[in-house]
């Protein structure tokens, strides 16, 4: 089963798991946890206090929110992101959903916590005939390409 859980380090930090907007959305909604500042160019990773747990053979899909470029002349500098099943719980961060944000402006530009920034949206995917996956994962973010 799936489903959002708080990461250790911000259990007394007020997070609330996502919910969807509507019973016909199809993403769940992540909002910062912290107020972060993000200067012209520069990309943060803003933290969300959340990880997700899900079956093997699903991935969450994160994409931006419509209103994050529009108004605040950000995006997601990975254009979208992909939490793997075996993300949740690794040793290094527990999988904690971390959404790089990148300020495409000429001002710095603030994201005050509980702003809702990203969409994760949960995907099934399929595998060739012939997969041969690597070896496990071993640390957090960013951790598979090494």
Same mark, same amino acid.
């Given at each position: *089963? #799936?489903?959002?859980?708080?990461?250790?380090? +911000?259990?007394?930090?007020?997070?609330?798991? &996502?919910?969807?907007?509507?019973?016909?959305?199809?993403? +769940?909604?992540?909002?910062?946890?912290?107020?972060?500042?993000?200067?012209?160019?520069?990309?943060? =990773?803003?933290?969300?206090? =959340?990880?997700?747990? *899900?079956?093997?053979?699903?991935?969450?899909?994160?994409?931006? #929110?419509?209103? =994050?470029?529009?108004?605040?002349?950000?995006? *997601?500098?990975?254009?979208?992101?992909?939490?793997?099943?075996?993300?949740?719980?690794?040793?290094?961060?527990?999988?904690?959903? *971390?959404?790089?944000?990148?300020?495409? /402006?000429?001002? &710095?530009?603030?994201?005050?916590?509980?702003?809702?920034?990203?969409?994760?949206?949960?995907?099934?995917?399929?595998?060739?005939?012939?997969? #041969? &996956?690597?070896?496990? #994962?071993?640390? /957090?973010?960013?951790?598979? /390409?090494?």
């Amino acid at each position: *089963m #799936r489903a959002f859980e708080v990461v250790t380090t +911000y259990l007394d930090a007020g997070v609330v798991c &996502p919910k969807r907007a509507t019973s016909r959305s199809a993403g +769940y909604d992540l909002s910062a946890i912290e107020d972060v500042w993000i200067n012209p160019g520069q990309i943060v =990773l803003v933290p969300t206090g =959340l990880k997700v747990r *899900m079956p093997d053979d699903e991935a969450l899909f994160v994409f931006p #929110r419509s209103s =994050l470029g529009i108004k605040k002349g950000l995006m *997601m500098s990975n254009g979208v992101g992909i939490i793997d099943a075996d993300y949740y719980g690794n040793a290094d961060n527990e999988g904690h959903i *971390m959404i790089p944000l990148l300020n495409i /402006g000429d001002a &710095p530009v603030e994201v005050k916590a509980f702003e809702r920034v990203a969409q994760g949206v949960f995907l099934a995917f399929k595998v060739t005939e012939d997969d #041969r &996956p690597g070896t496990s #994962r071993l640390g /957090g973010f960013g951790s598979s /390409g090494l």
